[in-house]
């Protein structure tokens, strides 16, 4: 069984936190790479035509490992507990998201930019779910499962 969180909290306070978690990481990696366009706007990743676009998908390459690292002493400076959990949790269901993306990306731009955008506000409130019920240990290891067989299922559908 998974480490309950305390007889007092509410299911639901602890998933709205964990949203808050997921836009707060959003808006922290869009922050970044606005920071970084206004400090550096000679950079190589600006080009005359695009703008700083380079910029924003280096954020996107580098940023969202980051963001996942950085999920955890979020989760726990937000009171979400179990956060270590959630964050592992949540870590598995941002790669799948991202990875179905990035699989949609050439039939729908519009759908994918959304889908990654909001991915954190979808992750982190269902990994908070996921983690703070009484699940049983077969229970939570068919979700794992499913998880990575819809990322194997993403990664099938990837243009070559």
């Known amino acids: 069984m998974i480490e309950l969180p305390p007889v007092g909290e509410r299911p639901g306070k602890r998933m709205v936190l964990a949203g808050a978690a997921g836009i707060i990481l959003t808006v922290g990696l869009f922050a970044w790479t606005a920071l970084m366009t206004a400090l550096f706007p000679d950079s190589p990743f600006c080009g005359e ?11 996107w390459e580098v940023g969202r490992w980051v963001v996942i690292v950085l999920a955890w002493p979020l989760l726990y400076l937000l009171r979400v507990r179990p956060s270590l959990p959630v964050a592992v949790l949540a870590a598995l269901l941002l790669m799948v998201i991202w990875r179905f993306a990035e699989a949609r990306l050439a039939l729908s731009f519009d759908v ?8 954190g506000v979808i992750a982190y409130p269902a990994a908070a779910w996921l983690a703070g019920t009484r699940i049983s240990r077969p229970t939570l290891v068919l979700s794992v499962a499913s998880l990575l067989a819809f990322y194997l299922l993403a990664t099938a559908l990837l243009p070559d």
């Open 49 to 59: 035509y695009t703008g700083c676009l380079g910029l924003l998908v280096l954020a």
């Open 112 to 119: 994918s930019l959304m889908l990654i955008l909001f991915s």
